[in-house]
């Protein structure tokens, strides 16, 4: 009871008090042939490491769960505790704390190296086994194998979790019990980054079995401002958000794989974008030159929109320019195939 009523609280303190500048409606609408056949709604919010909210589209006090773009900021965990000093962890292995990977096999080398390291192996590993990217599939069932759990694209985020662990001279078997100190401690962090109470924010099972989190989109955004202004960062996790920056400025790889969007758009921008997504169509981007974060949900979940909604907000900000960013071309207006290959139909954002 008393929780429900701090929510409640919270919730409308927010929505009272948050500086919510109202865009105009983001929409991404699907194209065929000149017919709109669909349209995604966009809640998207861009804060400043101070706060200030810059832009603002549907309920950003709306509590939505981040799910995969949680990763950088459940890196802060192990980041801050030393893991990769105390092991000799590599900066490309600190990377995929944050991965959603493709399972191709310098992610799994890279997952299996940390557990290496840390005195473990892949029986550790709580987030269960599926099958990867097609290529890294298709090199599985050429050699006769089955994928182990290494393959799970959440596996470097499990695989820093249980660095924390015996860093902290914690349990590993139950690493992803709610009441942990490692989730406790995740959630601490969480709250103190995006500046909500910890008894507000909402928990749940990710597909991997750890425990993740709700919290309004604008909590989000503050968050990833946060991380990429670490001298606006909470006491003693400033280190750990340029550490987490850097890592996945410099290993974009790590963070998605071949071709994967995230990958792709820290790469084009040189790490001036630092960009993680999440399922049901979640985005969260930092971008540390300007001080900003990014949280931004499509609403129905149809991830499709996700990409280019969150790179349509950053050209409407003046932060890119898709002129010079020729390359993206297919993630800013994603072109609609049918089965010969012929361009039918397109997303297009508008705000």
């Not at 008894?199 to 946060?226: H, K, N, Q, S, Y």
Request: aromatic share 4%; with cysteine.
């Amino acid at each position: 009871m008393a929780r429900a009523v701090a929510i409640g609280l919270w919730l409308i303190r927010y929505i009272e008090e948050a500086p919510h500048m109202r865009a105009s409606r983001i929409t991404a609408e699907v194209i065929r042939c000149g017919f709109t056949e669909s349209v995604h709604d966009i809640i998207a919010c861009v804060r400043d490491a101070e706060g200030k909210v810059v832009l603002a589209a549907g309920d950003i006090s709306r509590p939505a769960m981040p799910r995969s773009s949680l990763k950088p900021l459940q890196a802060l965990a192990p980041q801050a505790a030393g893991v990769v000093d105390a092991f000799g962890l590599t900066q490309r292995e600190a990377a995929i704390f944050c991965g959603s990977h493709h399972g191709e096999s310098f992610h799994v080398e890279a997952v299996e190296s940390i557990l290496r390291k840390i005195g473990l192996d892949g029986s550790a590993l709580q987030c269960g086994s599926h099958w990867p990217c097609e290529a890294a599939s298709n090199e599985l069932r050429s050699r006769g194998e089955e994928p182990r759990a290494a393959h799970n694209n959440c596996s470097g985020k499990h695989a820093g979790m249980l660095a924390y662990c015996v860093r902290m001279g914690l349990d590993t078997h139950t690493y992803l019990d709610q009441q942990h100190p490692l989730q406790r401690q995740n959630v601490k962090n969480l709250a103190e980054m995006a500046d909500v109470p910890p008894e507000a924010i909402a928990v749940g099972i990710d597909g991997c079995a750890a425990p993740t989190f709700g919290l309004p989109i604008e909590g989000m955004a503050l968050a990833f401002a946060r991380l990429g202004a670490p001298d606006a960062a909470p006491e003693g996790l400033a280190g750990a958000c340029r550490d987490i920056v850097a890592a996945m400025a410099a290993h974009p790889e790590m963070v998605a794989g071949t071709n994967g969007s995230c990958t792709r758009i820290m790469a084009a921008t040189k790490g001036a974008v630092i960009v993680k997504s999440g399922a049901e169509a979640f985005s969260a981007m930092s971008i540390p030159g300007h001080r900003l974060g990014l949280a931004l949900k499509v609403v129905d979940g149809g991830f499709r929109a996700s990409v280019p909604a969150a790179l349509a907000c950053l050209c409407s900000l003046g932060i890119i320019c898709r002129a010079d960013l020729g390359e993206l071309e297919d993630l800013f207006e994603p072109p609609i195939h049918n089965c010969r290959g012929d361009v039918v139909g397109r997303i297009a954002v508008t705000l």
